[in-house]
């Protein structure tokens, strides 16, 4: 039987998963990794996807291609741009899964693209052929994609959604190195920050939050009845309706496919969210779905490796 791998790459480690030509995942392995720029850290790398084939009984001559999605942008020829999350050398890496993987051909991918491809082959919004992906996570990414093609653009940076301008007036810096990025504000360390602005300023105590993205805390206080965190998911969700509002005039999308961390909490958030971007939005635009993702974290994975599949042979 022949094999893809799909790699989703994080900074402490990568999920892996192994899929038939037909998308059916057998197997996946999370391997821990240091800073991928080392000829040890390619090693543990290599080392694991090697023991994920052998778990499914295959060998490295059944994987026919291998895809990674990285937290940066990726141009149509698979060049890296600048990677603000993690430190990655990609030469090294490509060179070591060449090396290992000598038969199959190699993709790399923005990590969000990678999950709008993945949620377009077997998530959410399978059979649907224009959409907007927006993960909501630890950053606030995105993948556009028209007439069932990724719009990558000319520098890999299509579907940079988190990094849209929504405030002017922002003197925080963004990870981007601007400032007043949709990121700052629907990404889950953005809903944090937004929460502990409204409790300074109503001068009451946050609740207990496990770190600076604990974005589920929030949400719980929320529930709970804690105004400020009440105030901070709304913020939240008017600056993400403003910026939906503003691609649906650019794109008119038959969907918005809501990713990441957050979306955990959809349920509790989407009727608000309809409403603030209905009320923003051209009328012809007022019945765009907006659904959650199928595939949670496993969307990357499942991208990366239709992205792979799709590559030419070099």
């Known amino acids: 039987m022949k094999y893809v791998l799909g790699i989703d790459v994080g900074g402490t480690s990568i999920k892996a998963g192994i899929f038939t030509l037909e998308g059916q995942l057998k197997a996946v392995r999370t ?37 990674l999605d990285i937290p940066g942008p990726v141009d149509a020829n698979g060049n890296v741009g600048f990677l603000p999350n993690i430190k990655l050398d990609p030469d090294g890496l490509k060179n070591a899964l060449k090396e290992t993987f000598f038969q199959a051909r190699l993709a790399f991918v923005n990590d969000a693209n990678a999950a709008a491809l993945g949620e377009m082959w077997m998530g959410g919004a399978k059979g649907v052929k224009n959409f907007i992906m927006i993960t909501l996570g630890t950053g606030v990414g995105g993948g556009v994609v028209l007439n069932g093609q990724l719009v990558a653009g000319a520098n890999g940076a299509g579907g940079e959604l988190g990094h849209l301008t929504m405030n002017y007036e922002e003197t925080r810096t963004c990870g981007c190195g601007r400032h007043g990025c949709l990121e700052q504000y629907a990404s889950a360390s953005g809903i944090v920050t937004l929460y502990k602005e409204a409790c300074e300023k109503a001068g009451k105590e946050p609740c207990a939050l496990s770190g600076r993205s604990d974005s589920y805390s929030v949400f719980k206080a929320m529930a709970a009845g804690d105004e400020c965190a009440r105030t901070a998911i709304s913020q939240m969700l008017e600056y993400l309706a403003r910026a939906m509002a503003q691609l649906s005039c650019a794109v008119d999308p038959e969907a918005f496919v809501i990713g990441g961390g957050v979306v955990g909490s959809f349920d509790v958030f989407k009727d608000e969210l309809t409403e603030r971007f209905q009320a923003h939005c051209l009328p012809i635009c007022r019945n765009t779905k907006i659904v959650p993702a199928d595939l949670g974290n496993q969307a990357g994975m499942y991208g990366a490796a239709l992205c792979a599949l799709s590559a030419e042979e070099e």
């Open 31 to 67: 391997i821990p990794t240091s800073d991928l720029t080392s000829p040890q850290a390619f090693a543990e790398v290599t080392d694991g996807l090697t023991n994920l084939v052998s778990s499914v009984d295959g060998a490295i001559t059944d994987v026919e291609a291998v895809g």
